[in-house]
Nanobody, 119 residues
C-alpha cells in the first residue's frame, strides 16, 4: 500500500523552529514533485512550498526566507524546516506527492501533522 506519512509537528513558541518530515512508502517507481500544504482552522488548504525531483523549489510569499523545503530521493523523504514561526503559521500541514506506482501516476496525500505556534 502506497502512503505518505508526516511527522514533526507540535507546539512551539513564536520565533521557534520545527522540522517536518514526509516519508513515502510502498511499491513506488518514482517520486516526482513533492509539496507541503497548510490548512488553518476555517480556511482552505494552501500551498506552502514545492520541490521537484531535481531540487527546484518554490515558496509561498508568506514563508519565503523562513521555511526551507528539501528532499532525500534515496530515502523518498521530504522535509520542511520552519524557522521564525509565527502564530499565523498554526495549521495542519499536509504532504503531497506525485508518484508513479503500480496504479500509474497520481497525487497522494498524507494524513497531516498539526503545527501550533503559541506562547
Amino acid at each position: 500500500q502506497v502512503q505518505l506519512v508526516e511527522s514533526g509537528g507540535g507546539l512551539v513558541q513564536p520565533g521557534g523552529s520545527l522540522r517536518l518530515s514526509c516519508v513515502a512508502s510502498g511499491t513506488i517507481f518514482s517520486v516526482n514533485t513533492m509539496r507541503w500544504y497548510q490548512q488553518a482552522p476555517g480556511k482552505q488548504r494552501e500551498l506552502v512550498a514545492s520541490i521537484t525531483f531535481d531540487g527546484d523549489t518554490d515558496y509561498a510569499d508568506s514563508v519565503k526566507g523562513r521555511f526551507t523545503i528539501s528532499r532525500d530521493n534515496a530515502k523518498s523523504t521530504m522535509y520542511l524546516q520552519m524557522n521564525s514561526l509565527k502564530p499565523e503559521d498554526t495549521a495542519v500541514f499536509y504532504c503531497n506527492a506525485q508518484m508513479f506506482t503500480t496504479g500509474g501516476v497520481r497525487n497522494y496525500w498524507g494524513q497531516g501533522t498539526q503545527v501550533t505556534v503559541s506562547s
